[in-house]
């Protein structure tokens, strides 16, 4: 099970995407994150980060890469469960490779 945590706009000055380099200062991230525009998120498999993967960048990825890193681990036709951390909040998904809605 993969694990993606939400990162607080507390924790950094500046929030860049380790995999496309979307880029914003914190006072801009706060604002999109409050209105649901963007999420900057911290992934984990299993409890245990992601680091020994060259190919899956977990410090600091961007909504839509987040999605296309999982879209792309679930290939083969199985489903990939993963859990969502929101400030505390607890949320359970599952991508499914056929299904291309993505998710916030």
Do not use: W
Not at 35 to 64: M, T, V, W
Not at 79 to 101: A, M, T, V, W
Request: proline share 5%; charged share 30%.
């Amino acid at each position: 099970m993969f694990i993606a945590t939400v990162i607080s706009p507390t924790e950094r000055e500046e929030f860049t995407c380790s995999f496309c380099d979307l880029a914003y200062p914190t006072e801009h991230y706060q604002i999109l994150l409050h209105n649901k525009k963007l999420a900057y998120f911290r992934l984990e498999e299993s409890g245990l980060p992601q680091k020994a993967r060259e190919d899956i960048p977990s410090d600091c990825l961007c909504h839509g890469c987040l999605y296309d890193i999982l879209a792309r681990e679930a290939k083969g036709g199985k489903e990939l469960k993963i859990k969502f951390l929101y400030f505390g909040k607890e949320r359970y998904g599952i991508i499914d490779p056929d299904d291309e809605s993505g998710f916030y």
